[in-house]
């Protein structure tokens, strides 16, 4: 299975921008790269995904390098509510037409006032 | 929008003791997965089904069951709890397993084996 790197945590200031870094050395052609991030006692929510081309969505922006072995995931202006657990998948194609999400422990961003 | 509804939202077991989570989609998605999060860690997956009829492993099915009842109600069971199945457990569910789709996760069961 392909793997992510990502840091332990990050901070940032409220209403300022975010980008949250992934590495992803042994991608595939066919992965596309999502994000998703989980606030304190809920389940994960997602966020946004991509395959090669930037993404934009009302959430965030979807940063990947042109060989693919890494993306960041920008939030252009946080607050308070953007503060949780930020995970960076490579979606995984099994056998046959079956695929699961592999999440790793993502990244906590804290956000300031 | 209900989305994901599990139930129930805590439990507490002691050891040996049987129970069934339940979890109910109403997207119309074909395929709902079962992940448990152990504290500070990331989510890993129990069992999924690709749809309605099918299950299929994930990366810690041991000491679990699945039974996907209809499109729309995937049930996880442990039939004689451990301590080790202490645990925050969330199902999943999204329109199909292919890699362009995005999962919709219910709140979560916090569970506790005494």
């Known amino acids: 299975d392909a793997k992510t790197t990502q840091p332990n945590s990050m901070e940032s200031n409220e209403e300022e921008p975010v980008h949250l870094p992934c590495n992803h050395s042994?991608?595939?052609?066919?992965?596309?790269i999502h994000w998703y991030r989980q606030l304190p006692s809920q389940g994960p929510e997602y966020v946004i995904h991509?395959?090669?081309s930037n993404v934009n969505n009302r959430m965030a922006s979807l940063a990947i390098a042109e060989d693919r072995k890494s993306s960041t995931l920008i939030l252009h202006r946080a607050t308070l509510r953007d503060a949780a657990v930020y995970y960076c998948?490579?979606?995984?194609?099994?056998?046959?037409?079956?695929?699961?999400?592999?999440f790793g422990k993502g990244i906590t961003l804290s956000v300031r006032p | 929008n209900a989305g994901v509804t599990q139930t129930p939202k805590f439990q507490v077991l002691k050891t040996g003791q049987s129970m069934t989570l339940q979890c109910a989609q109403d997207?119309?998605?074909?395929?709902m997965y079962w992940y448990r999060q152990d504290p500070g860690m990331g989510l890993r997956l129990i069992y999924y089904?690709?749809?309605?009829?099918?299950?299929d492993k994930g990366e810690v099915p041991n000491g679990y069951n699945v039974s996907r009842l209809n499109k729309r109600e995937f049930s996880l069971r442990l039939e004689s709890a451990a301590p080790s199945q202490t645990s925050v457990y969330f199902c999943?569910?999204?329109?199909?397993?292919?890699?362009?789709?995005?999962?919709?996760f219910g709140s979560g069961t916090q569970l506790s084996v005494l």
């Open positions: 089904s690709a749809s309605e009829g099918t299950t």
């Open positions: 999943a569910s999204s329109a199909s397993t292919g890699t362009n789709e995005k999962l919709f």
């Open positions: 997207m119309n998605h074909n395929s």
């Open positions: 991509g395959l090669t």
């Open positions: 998948i490579l979606r995984d194609v099994g056998t046959g037409a079956n695929s699961k999400l592999t």
């Open positions: 042994t991608i595939s052609g066919t992965d596309y």
